[in-house]
């Protein structure tokens, strides 16, 4: 895969390094067994991926490249670049500015914007009505463009069954950059109905079916439908596509449902559901896949609690959290500072967002497990500083050093 001009800072020699040595020994990526790294009273299963993906470092190296190369000229970005506050921060002292925050809310009005402005397109992609926007502003909205293919090629996949007369049904959180860009480039080609997880996929089920009001519909899905779309009519053909960052189980569960309602309702055999369900597989990409199995592969150990590194308002890092919480307690931190000493922890609660300020986070026991995963807009170098900060806690931070070396040479 191709290699990236990242700053260094995000960097971690520690973590290059036992990746470095992973990859070399499992090149088809079959074993998604963590690594363990064993300081004695601490015990760290270090997940086979995480980190920085394709889509991150091509919009960071993009972006970076951007500023050191139009020095004295105006620049924005459509919204956060990725979900992670220390990247997103690095940029803003860089002076670049956000037109809008992550859920779309106007920053900076579009009237004060100029022709010679740069206008970065986030990792997430952006909707066509943006794209018009900037046109119209005289600024070339494609220029600065750091969406990731694999988010294109949901949008691809969303054209191709369009073209074909299928509903697109996209899977995803309504309010996240990526799903309403996936959104607008599906329905400016066919009906489309956006569905956040398994209980609306239901919820839109009951309407295939018939067994639910079709104006129920309306209000249920308010905001989330295309222009015109009519329930009565639009909902015979249907295909999913969904966000690249989403739990792959839940993905599955909602393709499956929809292909049996639509079996059941219009009495289809697997051999002819192909008419009316179209087959996309999942439109995930290669990063959460990853990712979530290497989660998987991890909690098939023995382990006294979890910590997952990333942005709080990042998807792929929260599905992390929410496969590790099924098994044990885990801890979702977006630096190391959160972790303030070996007894307390100040950590994220994605379900009710809010900041949780835990006691006795590490059991007293000679050793202690700890499960250590990070998201796909997390630099490696603070997965690296929670590793130093924990053995800090028993004096053993020179032994991160010592690893280091041991793994470069
Ligand atoms: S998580 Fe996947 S879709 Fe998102 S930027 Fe990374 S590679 Fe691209």
């Not at 794209?131 to 005289?138: I, V």
């Not at 989660?295 to 959290?321: C, F, K, P, R, W």
């Amino acid at each position: 895969m191709k290699t990236f001009n990242v700053p260094v800072i995000y960097r971690s020699p520690l973590i290059s390094a036992i990746k470095n040595q992973r990859k070399q020994q499992d090149r088809m990526k079959k074993d998604f067994t963590p690594t363990e790294l064993n300081f004695g009273p601490i015990r760290i299963l270090l997940a086979r991926h995480f980190g920085f993906c394709y889509g991150v470092e091509n919009a960071i190296e993009i972006a970076f490249k951007t500023v050191d190369e139009n020095p004295g000229k105006r620049i924005f970005l459509l919204s956060e670049m990725i979900h992670n506050p220390h990247v997103n921060s690095d940029l803003l002292d860089r002076g670049v500015q956000f037109i809008m925050d992550t859920a779309g809310k106007q920053l900076v009005p579009w009237e004060s914007l100029q022709a010679d402005d740069i206008v970065i397109i986030p990792a997430f992609g952006t909707t066509l009505e943006t794209e018009k926007q900037l046109a119209s502003l005289g600024i070339e909205p494609l220029k600065y463009n750091t969406t990731c293919p694999f988010v294109e090629r949901v949008w691809n996949k969303a054209e191709q069954i369009g073209q074909k007369n299928y509903t697109v049904i996209v899977h995803g959180k309504p309010k996240h950059e990526e799903t309403r860009a996936t959104f607008s480039h599906s329905q400016a080609g066919t009906p489309t109905v956006v569905v956040k997880d398994i209980k609306e996929a239901a919820l839109l089920a009951g309407f295939i079916s018939g067994k639910r009001n079709p104006e129920e519909f309306y209000t249920l899905f308010e905001g989330q439908y295309s222009a015109g779309f009519d329930v009565t009519k639009d909902l015979q053909r249907v295909g999913v596509v969904n966000q690249t960052t989403m739990l792959a189980t839940e993905t599955q569960a909602i393709a499956d449902h929809i292909k049996q309602v639509m079996i059941s309702t219009f009495q289809l055999t697997d051999a002819n559901v192909g008419e009316r369900f179209a087959d996309t597989r999942d439109t995930l990409c290669y990063a959460t896949n990853d990712n979530q199995t290497a989660v998987t592969g991890m909690l098939q150990e023995t382990a006294d609690l979890a910590i997952v590194v990333g942005g709080y308002n990042s998807s792929n890092t929260s599905h992390l959290v929410e496969l590790c919480e099924e098994k044990l307690p885990t801890y979702f931190i977006s630096s190391p500072e959160h972790i303030l000493s070996a007894d307390a922890i100040q950590h994220w609660d994605f379900h009710h967002k809010q900041t949780i300020h835990s006691d006795q986070f590490l059991p007293k026991k000679d050793q202690v497990t700890i499960l250590l995963t990070s998201g796909a807009s997390c630099p490696d170098a603070l997965v690296e500083g929670v590793i130093r900060r924990l053995l800090s806690f028993f004096q053993l931070e020179h032994k991160a050093d010592e690893l280091a070396t041991a793994s470069q040479s």
